[in-house]
């Protein structure tokens, strides 16, 4: 059987058809603030993605690296008055408990960017030596005119990823720059910043180099599938490919996975709109389980908006899907169990893997003598991370 994806650098959806080990890398998070629905979404893609390939015999080794260095989490440390790497341990910490509670695969590894300075000073200092980067004024600088393909993954405008650089953070105005889309391999740091020795100049790295750096010590120079959000697509990992192939002259990724982003409401989910929703409040009023089939309700590649409905709705299906679940007897449940499994297959088309287990449980509390049903439903839910022992009464927020 093979899974359909659609590939960000190709613009359609393709057969994803990885070896026995299945190399993935997933951005993860800056830790300097809780885990909200826009992160939980994104992961969710990548877990289900992950324990289907894993029922199809591959072996995935999955890692998510920790941003624990950036123009991200300095600031908000510097605000709070506390180290930063005391503010990157507690948020850090939270993120775990969250995911752990949604049910979410633990990566095999889960590089820190504060733990893999020493090889993005390696990596820089091949880029320069090689012509790829420029040193001046204490930054280096990644050339983009030296990589013909720059652009490529993203499909982009120049105009449009000059925009979107300077709404990221990527000063794309500023004057020590060779071409406004050059981008940061090192900078020098603030006083009160951590700052690292290297041999061009003492600073830390930019953004884009640590996840080259973490992504290949520990998967390798190629990758099956690269994915974050749709945010990620430029500048982040249209950067990472730029230096990654510089460097090693193969391909970085085989394939590239976006989700997309979540709104509340009407409005885009976002830290200085103060509208995010976080995991860890949801979790006080709702099974981890009705959350999982919340966010299920909603394709990947869907930008949707959340409302507090959302989770009463799938409180409402998890109640029904379990007490389902307890019943002797049921219909056949191969035409159901198929439905799910090819939705998936399908580009990750959790909503229609949704529906065939609802309907599958509206079938069986229906009626039916086949007792391979209810545990049917039960096998199908642990494939996509949905817990159906405990009983309908027992969920939180009931």
């Known amino acids: 059987m093979t899974i359909q994806l659609f590939d960000t650098a190709a613009r359609r959806v393709v057969p994803f058809e990885p070896g026995p080990i299945v190399r993935m890398y997933v951005c993860g998070i800056t830790p300097y603030d809780s885990t909200h629905l826009g992160h939980a979404a994104t992961y969710l893609a990548y877990d289900l993605l992950a324990r289907r390939l894993e029922e199809l015999d591959h072996e995935v080794r999955m890692v998510r690296n920790v941003t624990d260095v950036d123009d991200s989490i300095l600031p908000k440390a510097r605000e709070l008055g506390i180290p930063y790497l005391e503010l990157a341990e507690a948020e850090l910490a939270r993120f775990h408990a969250d995911l752990d ?47 013909e393909r720059f652009g490529e993954l993203s499909h982009y405008s120049r105009d449009h990823m000059i925009r979107l650089a300077r709404a990221r953070g990527g000063r794309p105005e500023d004057p020590h720059r060779r071409d406004a889309l050059d981008f940061v391999l090192w900078q020098p740091s603030l006083p009160d910043e951590p700052a690292w020795r290297a041999p061009f100049g003492v600073g830390r790295p930019g953004w884009h180099i640590e996840c080259s750096v973490m992504a290949m010590a520990t998967l390798g120079e190629t990758l099956d599938l690269h994915g974050g959000g749709t945010d990620l697509i430029f500048p982040h990992h249209e950067c990472e490919i730029a230096q990654s192939e510089s460097v090693t002259g193969q391909t970085f990724s085989r394939h590239w996975m976006h989700s997309a982003m979540v709104s509340y409401e009407g409005e885009k989910m976002s830290k200085s709109l103060g509208n995010l929703v976080f995991v860890s409040d949801l979790l006080k009023v709702a099974d981890p389980s009705a959350i999982r089939l919340a966010l299920m309700r909603h394709h990947y590649r869907a930008g949707f908006e959340w409302y507090d409905s ?46 065939a287990l609802d309907e599958l449980a509206s079938a069986v509390l229906s009626g039916g003598d086949d007792p391979r049903a209810p545990a049917a439903l039960g096998e199908l839910g642990s494939l996509v991370g949905i817990d159906l022992h405990q009983p309908p009464d027992s969920a939180p927020g009931s």
């Open 101 to 147: 509670a949604l049910g979410m695969h633990q990566p095999v590894a889960e590089p820190r960017a504060t733990e893999s300075i020493p090889g993005m000073i390696d990596m820089i200092d091949h880029l320069l030596n090689a012509g790829h980067a420029y040193l001046t004024h204490g930054t280096v600088y990644f050339d983009v005119s030296t990589f």
């Open 310 to 355: 959302d989770v009463d709705d799938a409180t409402a299906l998890l109640h029904r899907l379990r007490a389902a679940g307890a019943r002797s007897g049921g219909p056949d449940p191969a035409p159901f169990a198929a439905r799910l499994r090819a939705a998936l297959d399908d580009d990750l088309d959790a909503p229609r893997a949704v529906d």
